[in-house]
Every structure is written in C-alpha cells, then in structure tokens.
C-alpha cells in the first residue's frame, strides 16, 4: 500500500478515503479489511502547508461547511468510495479545521459487514443498521442547524509528540443525527426525541402529555376571556372549553399526517381573540338579553368558516408559495409581537382586582421560568416545563385558603347575587371582587355532565355578514404570517432542512380546513400552529411527530370527560388574566427572536421594526378614541375593542364602515401592513433582511430523510398526485 502523501496528510490530521490495494508490502497491526490487512500510518515530523490543498485537488473533496441547504459532506464521501471500490473504510474530515479527529472504534470485517467495539453491525457505509433505540440518544446535525445529516465523528486526544503509529488505524463512524461525545459535532440544541424516533408506548404518553401540559396557558384560557364578555354562564365556559380542547386534538393528528408534518400543536390562538373581542362588543350586540351568548358565537362561527375557506384558497392554490417570497424575519417579528402586546388594556386592569392572587401568580411563574430553570428534578427541568400548569395550581389552592378563609366575605353581601340586583351600596362595591377573586362562585362543576361529546352546530345554524367575514378573512392572513415564522423556526429546531414552498402551502391549506372545522363545531376562534410551540420544543427537548400524535389522542379523551373542562371553567378570572399577563409577553418575545435570523443590528431592520410597532400601537389608538356613549356601561379593559361600530371611517356604506374602523383599531393588522410596505419596499440584501431560504422540490426527491420528514404518506400521494404546489 502506498504511505507517501497519504501517511503526511494524516500527520496533519487530515481527513481522507484509504483505498486498499493488493499487491503492497503489509506490516503487522493494521486494519482488517475484506480479509486483507492494511498498513498503518507513519507519521512524518515534517509537513507542506500547501499540501491539504494539493490533496483536495487529487481527490476532488470539496468541503459544504458553508451551511447551504444541500448534499452533506458525507455524500460526497460516499460518492468517492463508490467510484474507487465500496470495501474501503472512510475517514471523515471536519470541514472547521480541515483535519482528522483521532477515533476510537476499530472496523473488522465478519462476512462483508464492518463490527464497531461494542459488536454493533455496521452497513457497507459504517452506518448502524437500524434498531429500536430510544428517545434518550441526542440529535446531532449541522452546527448553524440548517444543514442536514452531516456525520459526526467523535474525536479524541492527540496522539503525543514522538509517541510510534503502529498502532491499529481507529475510526468512528456514526449515522446520522447521533450524538457525538466530548466536544464532537452537534446542533444547535441536543434533542431526546427526533422527529421520526418513536420511544416506545410508556415514554409516549409521558413526552405527550408533558407536551399539552407546557401549551396549557394557551388552549384553554381563551374561552375564560371571551365566554363572560358573550354573556355566557360557567356551563357554556366549561362546554367551549371541551370543545377547544377536542378540535385541538383532532387538527393536530391532521396536521402531523397532512399538514406540514412537524411536530407542531394546533388550536385556538390568540390571533383570533382581539378580532372576536371586536365582534363581541359590536353596539347592536351591547343590549341583547335573551340568547346574547348563541346569537354572538353564530356570528363568530359564520366569519370564521368565510375567513378559513380563503385560507384553504390561498394554500391549495399555490399563491402562498409566491407570498413566501414576501415575509421575511423583518414581517414576521412585529407581527407576532404585536399579537401579544395587544392585550396589555386587558392584562393587569383585570388582574388588578386581586392583587393578593394575581401578584403572586404572575412572580411565581417568573421565578420558575428564570431563576429556577436550571434546576433538574430526576433529570427533568420541571420548573421550565410545568411554569404554567404548576405555578397555576399552587396560587389557586392558596386562593381556595383565602376564599375558605373568609378573605372576600363582606358583611351582607352575597356572591351569587348578580352585580346589577345588588341594592347595597357597599356590596355592590364589593361584586366585581367577589366574582373575580373567589375559587367558589363557579357552578361548572355542579351543572357540568360527566360525559359530553363535541358536536357540529351545537349552538346553531352559523350566521354570515360581509362586515366580520372581511375581518376574519384578513385576520387568517395574519395567522398564516405567524404560522410561516413557526414553521422556519421549529425545522430548524428539530434539526432539519427547512420545508419546500409546496409543503408551506400544504399546511396554511390544512390549517384553513382545520379553522373551518372550529367554525363548524364552535370554539369562538380559528384553528392554527400555536406560536408557544418553538417554546415547548426548546425546553423539553422532545421533537417527535408520534409524541405529538399521541398527546392528542389523550387531549381528545379529555373533551369528552365534561367535568375536565369543568374543572379549567372553575380557575377564577382574575388569576386566568395574570397567567395570560406571562402568556401574551412570551408570545410578543417570541415573536421577536425571529429577528435572529436577520441582521438585528441592521440600522434599516431596526427602524422598519420599531416604526411598525409603534405605528401598530399608536394608529389603532387613534381609532378607538371614538367611543358611542352606549360604551361607559363597557368595563374600561373592553373599551379599546368596542371601535368598530364609531370609528372616524364614513364611507356611507355600514357594514364597509364597520369592516375598515375594526380591521384599524387591530394592533397586529396594522403592523403587519407597515412592515410587509416597508420590509419590501425598503432596499436591502438579502443577508441583510434574513430573507428565508427554502427547501426546493427536487431536494425532496434526492434526499430519502426529508422526503420522510415532509412528504405525505404514499396513500395519500396516490390520490392527490395533481397538486404539485403542495410539495405532494
């Protein structure tokens, strides 16, 4: 076997294909291979700088640690070994510093198959032949997390100056996405649980359900906003909160086989709370008596279905293909931030009415999320997972004291008294206090059947005007925005390519779809990719489709226990708002980390960014200066929603009128329009505006992991081969 330039390269740690060739003179300690042995390296004191790249332009390497989405250095390897013979061992090279990794697993052969240290059979590449591992081994990818499946090779001390090469040539060769021990190579973020691994049934329904319970904030405490301000009672709360948490499952098993296909939860979002709000407190809707509740969610159920067929259009059609090009980073961030910020008249003003509760609550789940969040329990950050659900639990039980302790009694008054029967003065000071603050005033419980199942039209035929299908159509714009930036973000957390144009499209279709479904059935809100999920991924390190899959299943069991969504319609108002005070800030953080992926100190990012935001607060402010006089029996935290109906916009026609003064007074609408004008119109490169790169079709197709990791199941392929804009 020839040593000259090979043996050099090696001295400097560089990585190459050894070729085995017969004839050579052997020496005692190689390599077994094919039954032939092959010499070991010598090492040379002496080395020509210049010599790595004379030794690339011989084999042709090229190296693709540029980060572009494309064929991995290992590929390249592999097409090496195909052109010069496939028994040869590979030895891989880390493109950072252009050398070798010493290794630690020697390669024998027993029959053609290559045998690591612990008896582990490899294949013809040295990639371990598939087994049923667990969700414990760690994803390692790419290091700027947007390559995909670069081998890792785990490295180890060097050898010492002067120290003889006879020993045994080692190398380590893992498949793809393994973790790579003592410094090795990784991604962004070690996984548990990747996005195809299935861990077996017990860690399933644990990484499940620890994933619906890190999302509760968000699923079911939209309906304690929204219920009472439809004049709802606690058992219409409890049976909309069922509801929601039934869709939620149902769109999410969808959305995991024929929707993008990551491990993304579906449900109602607070994208679609203010624009209900507005519905809501429309003036006709102020001084209805009998039936307020169903009359107001019909309406809501007729603009939501308008709203999420455009949607359907706008994904199945492929036009939001071309509108990808359209929402970079630079759209997105204020967008999103925007949704949270909205909420900032109706945070505090009614957590505010228990601050003995709210206060607590509020620096509770603060301390849990950040100051305790490196503490592991068992080897779990419980404190980062359960924040929420934990935090939640522990002020009701001490508001269920303070309630038991007669901390809200005042001297005769009684808290089942409705507010507007009350005579005395001093009670009827004390009402708001009592109905917000007390853990007992809630009958769900008491009125609630043990087993209810969800049903279509169940308050009703859904009632259609064009004034709230126009709001709702633009509003499932702005939720498709926010879904575009979810799904960039979570496919580079569980360490994948980013998904095609055509797969992008596919699920804005299906969230449509799914958002008709709410319609039809009745939650007060659209079904779309919750936003929090980037944040429950990146705390609980579980990716996987089946573990999602599975949480929903349960989820689905839980709606049709009615004493479950009971027990959430019982949380008091007032700490429901202080929880939603942490959920509405994490939603506007979020939606600023997306700025990541663009050059945040870019001075044209930062104005666009800044300009929409305050523009997005200040603008609808001005619309919602113009108040009925009907709007002082409004609570003051309702006010800044009741716009619609007396806007400054008159163009004759009331329900245009209506349409435009409330599509204005929305925060996230507004933003959204000044930065998508701006962003787009505003000259800067690419690099500079973090325009997002995609996936193309053909990577799909060449590439066997993304094709699992995206495509649909071959069933489905068969019957929807024609639509192409849907990366089918």
């Known amino acids: 076997m020839e040593t000259g330039s090979n043996s050099e390269s090696l001295n400097r740690n560089v990585a190459m294909s050894v070729r085995g060739s017969t004839g050579k003179k052997k020496q005692q300690g190689g390599v077994t291979l094919a039954g032939k042995k092959v010499d070991p390296f010598v090492p040379r004191s002496e080395h020509n700088p210049r010599e790595l790249r004379s030794w690339a332009k011989r084999t042709g390497f090229v190296s693709d640690y540029s980060g572009e989405a494309g064929s991995s250095g290992s590929a390249k390897f592999e097409a090496l070994e195909r052109r010069g013979g496939g028994s040869s061992p590979k030895i891989e090279i880390d493109p950072v510093v252009g050398r070798t990794r010493q290794n630690e697993i020697e390669q024998e052969t027993h029959g053609g198959a290559m045998r690591g240290e612990n008896g582990a059979v490899l294949d013809g590449r ?69 996005l195809k691994e299935n861990p077996g049934i017990v860690p399933l329904i644990y990484y499940g359900l620890q994933h619906y319970l890190s999302l509760v904030g968000s699923l079911v405490l939209i309906p304690l906003v929204m219920v009472p301000v439809m004049g709802g009672t606690d058992k219409d709360t409890a049976t909309v909160i069922s ?51 169903r009359h107001i969610m019909r309406e809501l159920q007729g603009a939501i279905i308008v709203g999420s067929v455009f949607q359907c259009i706008l994904g199945f059609s492929g036009l939001m293909s071309i509108l990808l090009r359209l929402i970079n980073p630079i759209v997105v961030a204020p967008t999103v931030a925007a949704v949270g910020l909205a909420f900032f008249s109706y945070g505090f003003p009614q957590a505010g009415s228990c601050p003995e509760i709210t206060i607590p609550q509020i620096a509770l789940v603060l301390i849990f999320t950040l100051y305790l969040r490196g503490i592991s329990i068992f080897g779990r950050h419980l404190f980062r997972i359960y924040a929420v659900p934990l935090s939640l639990t522990i002020i009701w039980i001490y508001a269920s004291f303070l309630t038991a302790g007669g901390a809200y009694n005042y001297k005769g008054c009684n808290p089942d008294i409705p507010s507007s ?35 279509p039209l169940q308050w009703g035929i859904p009632i259609f005007h064009f ?124 939606g600023l980390s997306n700025l990541q992926y663009s050059k945040s100190a870019s001075f044209r990012n930062i104005t666009i960014v800044g300009v929409s935001l305050f523009l997005g607060m200040s603008i609808p402010a001005y619309f919602q200066q113009y108040q009925a006089e009907s709007s002082l029996i409004l609570p003051s935290y309702l006010v800044p929603y009741a716009a619609a109906s007396s806007g400054p916009f008159r163009s004759g026609i009331k329900q245009l009128d209506f349409a435009i003064n409330a599509l204005m007074s929305l925060n996230m609408v507004v933003t959204l329009l000044v930065a998508f004008l701006l962003d787009n119109t505003v000259p800067g490169s690419q690099e500079e505006r973090g325009v997002y790169l995609w996936s193309q079709a053909e990577d799909i197709v060449t590439d066997p992991s993304l094709q699992s990791e995206y495509s649909l199941p071959k069933k489905v392929v068969r019957c929807c081969c024609c639509f192409k804009c849907l990366g089918v």
């Open 126 to 194: 040295g990639r371990k032949e598939k087994e049923n591992e667990g969700c414990e081994r760690k994803v390692g990818f790419n290091g700027n997390g947007n390559g995909h499946g670069v081998s890792a090779v785990a490295p180890v001390n060097e050898e010492k100056e002067g120290e003889e090469g006879n020993g045994d040539v080692k190398v380590s060769v893992l498949h793809e996405g393994e973790e790579v021990a003592d410094g090795g190579w990784q991604g962004p973020l070690g996984l548990k649980c990747g």
């Open 243 to 293: 509801t929601i948490l039934f869709l939620s499952g149902i769109t999410t098993i969808l959305h995991s086989y024929f929707g993008t296909r990551l491990p993304l939860v579906q449900g109602s979002s607070f994208v679609y709370l203010a624009p209900a709000l507005v519905i809501i407190n429309a003036q006709e809707y102020r001084n209805l008596t009998e039936h307020k509740f």
């Open 421 to 455: 029967n009350i005579l005395l003065d001093a009670c009827r000071k004390h009402a708001y206090t009592m109905k917000h603050c007390r853990t007992d005033v809630s009958n769900a419980l008491s009125t609630a059947a043990w087993v209810r199942i969800p049903y």
């Open 467 to 590: 004034r709230t299908s126009i709001i709702m159509v633009i509003v499932s714009l702005v939720a498709s925005v926010d879904s575009v930036g979810t799904y960039r973000a979570t496919s580079l957390q569980v360490n994948s390519r980013p998904p095609t144009p055509g797969v992008v499209s596919r699920g804005i279709a299906l969230e449509g779809f799914c958002s008709i479904l709410a319609g039809l059935w009745g939650s007060g809100t659209g079904a779309t990719t919750l936003t929090e999920n980037t944040h429950t991924i990146d705390i609980t390190k579980v990716a996987s489709r089946k573990v999602v899959v599975v949480g929903a299943a349960f989820v689905i069991l839980f709606s049709f226990i009615g004493k479950v969504g009971a027990l959430l319609a019982s949380i008091p108002q007032a700490l429901a708002a202080s929880v939603l005070c942490f959920m509405w800030a994490l939603t506007a953080a979020l």
